[in-house]
Structure formats: C-alpha cells, structure tokens
C-alpha cells in the first residue's frame, strides 16, 4: 500500500515593535543594542563585531542613524560583542553573551573617551531578557544541558520546564493539558515526529551530547509553527568552532538498580469460570543486564572563519536478560506447563531464559560555512538506525508454551528461536539551509529536509507455517477439536516486508524590517511538505503472498454458549489463497462459518 500526502502553506505576519523576526522552524536568535555616550546621547554609524566563542560565527554590522545595530540569524551560542573605537569614543568588547534560540540579547554600549588605542573590556554574562515577546516559551541552555540531572535522550530534560509532564496515557508528554499527539517535536528546523501518530520515536530522541540548546514553546508561537496545536519542542545541534573541541567518554546503568516492576494484570479464558475467564496478578521478576552509553564528538574549524564541522557518535545499547517461566492452568491448579513430547524433542523447557540486545544508534555530521558575511550556509546528515536481537519470550510468568517456528526447513523453539529472530528499523535524517542577509533590513532563508525510515522491527526469524490456535476450547472438547486449549503451532507469522516513510519538506521565507513608529517586520513564507508512505505486511503463506486464516465452528452444549473456536484441521493451505475446503465434521457440530485467507 503507499500513501502521498502533501501540504501546502503560506504565510504572511506582520510583527510590531520591535519583534524578533522568525522564519520557517525557527532555529536562530538575535543580537541588538544601542550605542550612547557618557550623556546619554545615541552614537551613529558605529561598527560592531558580532564573534562566537563556541560557534563558528563572526559578523560585522553597523549601527543606524539613531545608534541602533541589530544582526539577525545568530546561531545559539555564547558570543563576544566589540563595538570598534570612533569619534574618540575607545573600543570596547562584551564578553559571554548568550542567544538563544527565538530571543532578542539586548547588547547596549555605554561608550567612553580614552587614550588613543585604548580597549575597555567589560566582563559578565548578559541576561536574556526579551521585553517584546509575547510567546509562552522555556529555553533550555548547553550549560543547563550539561549540569541539569537527566537521561541520554534529550526529552529526558523537557520535566524541568514547568508547562511540560510525563504523561503515558496521553501520548509521551502532556503541555499544558494537551496531549502528546498534539505536540511538534523539531530538530534544526526539520520535523522528527512520527507522522502516524504524532509521537517522538526513540530513534529520533537524539542523546543530550548532540544538543546545543532546547526550546519548549507553550502557547502565542509564530504561524511557521501552526502544525502543532499542543506544544513545540525546538532543538538546535552543537556546530563547530575556530578550536577544537571533543568530548568522549562512557555511561553505565544496571537494570539491578532499577524499582522493581509491578504485577502484571492477566486474562485466562478458562472453563472453570461461569465467566469463561479469570483475571489474576502475576508477579514481575527484575530483569538482569548492563546499559552502555559511549559517546565520542569533535568540532573544528576546516577553513577558520569560513568553514566549520561537527561529528559525534552515540549509540545507547541496552541489554536485557529475562527468565520466563512457563505454566498451565489458573489460581490452585496453576503448575509447570507439561510440555508436549515435539517440544521436548527440539530442548525446550518450561523455564528458558533469553537475553535481548537494542542499539539505538545515532551518528551525525554538521557542517556549518560562511562564505560570505552576508551568507550562511547550514548542512547535517544524521543516521539514527535501531537494532534489536533476540526478543523476549514474554513476562515472567506465561500461560503457554514456548513458540515454536520452520526456519529454512529447521524446526526452533523458544529461546533458539530468539536467536534468529529481532529486527532493524532504518533511519537517516539531512537538511541543508542557506540565509542570504544582503542588507540589515532583508532576510531570505532556503530550507530543505528530508526524512527516511524503514520501521521493520520485529521483522526477521518469521515463521512460514500457517498459524492454528486453540481458544476456548473446553476439555470435554480437546478430542473432537485436535487441540488443547493455549495451544499455537507457531508464535507469530506475521513479518514486515517492508514499511518505508518519507517526508521532505521546502520552506523558503522573506523578511524586511523598517522604521515608523518603531520597528516593524514583515514577513512572508512558503512551505510544501510530503510524505510518503510504502508498506507490505501481513501473515505469510508457504505458497507466498499475504494474509491471514482462519478456521472455525461452533459448538453447543448444555450451559455453554457457542463459542468461535480455531480448530486445528489436517488440510493444506489452497494453492493462491482463497477459501479452505471444509472439513468434515463430527455429528452434532454447527457449522458457522468458513475459513477465509484476506
């Protein structure tokens, strides 16, 4: 089946005094101030030098008639601001200014005479205080990201701003009341939610190391964000510097470490029930098993003022191992499930342990260039895959046996069958961007993403047999049926063969500022946004295609109603599907319905 959407939007706002001006998915900040001397009165025409400290950033621009500068498009990060010396008045240089993302840092100079030559430096770090903005939003620093008590992933840090809770009944997480399906989960300007239903992949929940700073917007955001009608989580990617800089190191945790889990809640359909079923608590072993989180990155210069890279590599391996016991029976005739004379053959046992291993790995590559003042020029490719071997049989207490399944003619069971089984879901993520600022009045930003996934966990070690269960089959019945109630030939033969996502989006925007009664922006945007979708699932048949089959009758007895029962019937699977022949049954059996492949 494949599916096209598209999306066409445009825009056009008008932000008054003094807005910060915001185009497609906002991912930069601004710096601007004013320039005055000893008497208050505003300065003209000086220089100011815009220089990052931890971004590859440098940019020159001049203050206005009224002693007014303002440089727009300005990557979060920590920046040194000089003001040049003129009309006797002596340099002078900021140090740790602050932009964050979607935030005006205001910057102003107090400029003083001194000796020729002279250079006042003045030390401190400028608050970020935007007195315009009109947002509802939290912003969440590198320093914060490194000294706040988190996770690996990034979203681990979204509970420490107060609009945003943990809530798994409502879809990851609830802002302020709405659900998780509602929010927009944004990373360098590219949507990373999954389109079927709005919720954050884990592939996609980027580790902390890679983050430059976390934007969490609540309410009054800008229309290029109008696809979320909950919240708005912007996250910006470290970039490279004029030095380098690595980090590397490794993160532990034991699942021994964790609480405890709670009983698990279960049905058995029964025959010792006037209900037909018994619902009990099972209690939950912890599992065993160590958690790696290695991580290595570096940044640097490739051509210094002109060309910047950052890489990293951080996969998250966890590892876990988990008993499963296997038994029959409910309440007081619980017991070790007795297992069939086949199973014992191929080894199983009632008590089998398996140990399951999931990377969810991530590496990503930005480039960052500036070949020009007046242009930049952004780029990253991330790929982001998850792999999974070895499943899980289950909890820790099931009532069945283990599955059995014909991998290229051999017969496997439980946990030789977790060896073959598990599965990769494929994913990558790229973006390229370019903003042209030919005048401190006009901006033009270009974007393109792309995003690609092949979600096929769970997906390999897949069984070819056609699957037969036993369900609500009373004793009495076991003969008649072939079968005992629980039982199931194979676990599953359902496999993704393939299901591939691609959404690319274009985004290209205009802006231009002018004076009148304040400061005034215009702005105008274009969007196109696609996704694609290709899928082919399904329950697989020896003789190919997909489906799935059932066979059924109906049986009734004195005080008990008649039930739809899978019955196990010594017939071969028609060649090219359709119906099953019928077979024949025993005297005194209804027969309501036949089986059908679909």
Same mark, same amino acid.
């Given at each position: 089946m494949?599916?096209?959407?598209?999306?066409?939007?445009?825009?056009?706002?008008?932000?008054?005094?003094?807005?910060?001006?915001?185009?497609?998915?906002?991912?930069?900040?601004?710096?601007?101030?004013? %320039?005055?001397?000893?008497?208050?009165?505003?300065?003209?025409?000086?220089?100011?030098?815009?220089?990052?400290?931890?971004?590859?950033f440098?940019?020159?621009?001049?203050?206005?008639?009224?002693?007014?500068?303002?440089?727009?498009e300005?990557?979060?990060?920590?920046?040194?601001?000089?003001?040049?010396?003129?009309?006797?008045?002596?340099?002078?240089?900021k140090d740790?200014?602050?932009?964050t *993302?979607?935030?005006?840092?205001?910057?102003?100079?107090?400029?003083?005479?001194?000796?020729v030559?002279?250079v006042?430096?003045?030390?401190?770090?400028?608050?970020?205080?935007?007195p315009?903005?009109?947002?509802a939003?939290s912003?969440i620093?590198?320093?914060q990201?490194?000294?706040?008590p988190?996770?690996?992933?990034?979203?681990?840090?979204?509970?420490?701003?107060?609009?945003?809770?943990?809530?798994?009944?409502?879809?990851?997480?609830?802002?302020?009341?709405?659900?998780?399906?509602e929010?927009s989960?944004?990373?360098?300007?590219?949507?990373?939610?999954?389109?079927?239903?709005? *919720?954050?992949?884990?592939?996609?929940?980027?580790?902390?190391?890679?983050?430059q700073?976390?934007?969490?917007?609540?309410?009054?955001?800008?229309?290029?964000?109008?696809?979320? /009608?909950?919240?708005v989580?912007?996250a910006v990617?470290?970039?490279?510097?004029?030095?380098?800089?690595?980090?590397?190191?490794?993160?532990?945790?034991?699942?021994?470490? =964790?609480?405890?889990?709670?009983?698990?809640?279960?049905?058995?359909? /029964?025959?010792?029930?006037?209900?037909?079923?018994?619902?009990?608590?099972?209690?939950? #072993?912890?599992?065993?098993?160590?958690?790696?989180?290695?991580?290595a990155?570096?940044?640097?210069?490739? *051509?210094?003022?002109?060309?910047?890279?950052f890489?990293?590599?951080?996969?998250?391996?966890?590892?876990?191992?988990?008993?499963?016991?296997?038994?029959q029976?409910?309440?007081?005739?619980?017991a070790p499930r007795?297992?069939?004379?086949?199973?014992?053959?191929?080894?199983?046992?009632?008590?089998?342990? %398996?140990? =399951?291993r999931? %990377?969810?790995?991530?590496?990503?590559?930005?480039?960052?260039?500036?070949?020009?003042?007046?242009?930049r020029?952004?780029?990253?490719?991330?790929?982001?895959?998850?792999?999974?071997?070895?499943?899980?049989?289950?909890?820790?207490?099931?009532?069945?046996?283990?599955?059995?399944?014909?991998?290229?003619?051999?017969?496997?069971?439980?946990n030789?069958?977790?060896?073959?089984?598990?599965?990769?879901?494929?994913?990558?993520?790229?973006?390229?961007?370019?903003?042209w *600022?030919?005048?401190?009045?006009?901006?033009?930003?270009?974007?393109? +993403?792309?995003?690609?996934?092949n979600?096929k966990?769970?997906s !390999?070690?897949?069984?070819t047999?056609?699957?037969?269960?036993?369900?609500?089959?009373? +004793?009495?019945?076991?003969? %008649?049926?072939?079968?005992?109630?629980?039982?199931?030939?194979?676990?599953?033969?359902?496999?993704?063969?393939?299901?591939?996502?691609?959404?690319?989006?274009?985004?290209?925007n205009?802006?231009?500022?002018? #004076?009148?009664?304040?400061?005034?922006?215009?702005?105008?945007?274009?969007?196109r946004?696609k996704?694609?979708?290709?899928?082919?699932?399904?329950?697989?048949?020896?003789?190919?295609?997909?489906?799935r089959?059932?066979?059924? !009758?109906?049986?009734? +007895?004195?005080?008990?109603?008649c039930?739809?029962? !899978?019955?196990?019937?010594?017939?071969?699977c028609?060649?090219?599907?359709?119906?099953?022949?019928?077979?024949?049954?025993?005297?005194?059996?209804?027969?309501?319905?036949?089986?059908?492949?679909?």
């Amino acid at each position: 089946m494949k599916r096209n959407l598209g999306f066409f939007a445009l825009a056009l706002s008008v932000v008054l005094c003094f807005g910060v001006s915001a185009f497609g998915q906002q991912v930069t900040g601004e710096i601007q101030g004013t %320039v005055r001397d000893p008497n208050g009165a505003v300065v003209p025409n000086v220089t100011v030098n815009i220089q990052g400290v931890n971004i590859g950033f440098k940019r020159t621009v001049q203050a206005d008639a009224d002693g007014v500068y303002h440089a727009r498009e300005v990557p979060p990060g920590n920046y040194k601001v000089t003001m040049e010396a003129t009309s006797g008045f002596a340099a002078q240089t900021k140090d740790n200014i602050l932009v964050t *993302i979607g935030n005006a840092t205001t910057v102003d100079f107090a400029a003083s005479t001194a000796a020729v030559g002279a250079v006042v430096t003045v030390a401190g770090e400028a608050a970020v205080i935007d007195p315009t903005e009109t947002k509802a939003q939290s912003n969440i620093t590198a320093r914060q990201i490194d000294t706040l008590p988190k996770g690996t992933g990034f979203t681990s840090l979204l509970r420490t701003t107060v609009a945003v809770r943990p809530e798994p009944l409502g879809g990851q997480y609830t802002i302020n009341g709405s659900t998780g399906l509602e929010n927009s989960f944004i990373v360098d300007g590219q949507e990373t939610q999954n389109y079927y239903n709005g *919720i954050l992949r884990a592939d996609n929940d980027i580790p902390y190391q890679a983050l430059q700073e976390i934007q969490v917007k609540t309410s009054g955001f800008e229309a290029e964000f109008g696809g979320a /009608t909950g919240g708005v989580i912007n996250a910006v990617t470290k970039s490279g510097s004029n030095e380098f800089h690595g980090e590397f190191g490794i993160q532990f945790s034991t699942q021994r470490w =964790n609480a405890g889990p709670r009983p698990v809640l279960t049905n058995t359909l /029964t025959t010792q029930s006037s209900s037909g079923q018994i619902l009990e608590y099972f209690p939950q #072993n912890r599992d065993s098993g160590t958690n790696e989180y290695p991580t290595a990155s570096v940044g640097g210069p490739i *051509i210094k003022n002109r060309l910047w890279f950052f890489a990293i590599h951080s996969p998250r391996i966890i590892n876990t191992t988990r008993t499963t016991y296997f038994y029959q029976g409910v309440g007081t005739t619980r017991a070790p499930r007795v297992l069939s004379a086949a199973l014992a053959a191929l080894g199983a046992s009632n008590v089998e342990t %398996v140990s =399951n291993r999931t %990377v969810y790995n991530y590496s990503a590559l930005r480039l960052d260039a500036a070949p020009f003042q007046s242009l930049r020029v952004y780029s990253s490719l991330t790929w982001n895959p998850v792999v999974d071997k070895r499943p899980l049989l289950g909890g820790t207490f099931v009532n069945s046996s283990p599955g059995t399944a014909v991998l290229n003619g051999v017969t496997y069971q439980g946990n030789q069958l977790a060896n073959f089984q598990g599965g990769r879901e494929n994913s990558n993520n790229f973006r390229v961007e370019g903003v042209w *600022i030919p005048t401190s009045k006009v901006v033009a930003d270009v974007r393109y +993403t792309r995003g690609f996934s092949n979600q096929k966990l769970g997906s !390999y070690g897949i069984a070819t047999d056609p699957r037969i269960q036993c369900v609500n089959v009373p +004793t009495a019945f076991v003969a %008649v049926a072939g079968c005992s109630q629980g039982f199931s030939n194979i676990t599953s033969n359902d496999q993704t063969f393939r299901n591939v996502s691609l959404r690319t989006t274009i985004d290209a925007n205009l802006g231009y500022s002018f #004076n009148g009664l304040g400061r005034h922006d215009v702005k105008g945007g274009w969007e196109r946004s696609k996704i694609f979708n290709d899928v082919l699932s399904g329950n697989i048949f020896p003789q190919g295609g997909q489906g799935r089959s059932y066979l059924y !009758y109906g049986i009734g +007895t004195a005080g008990i109603d008649c039930h739809f029962v !899978y019955v196990q019937f010594n017939i071969p699977c028609p060649a090219g599907g359709g119906l099953y022949p019928l077979p024949t049954l025993p005297p005194g059996v209804t027969v309501v319905g036949t089986g059908l492949n679909y």
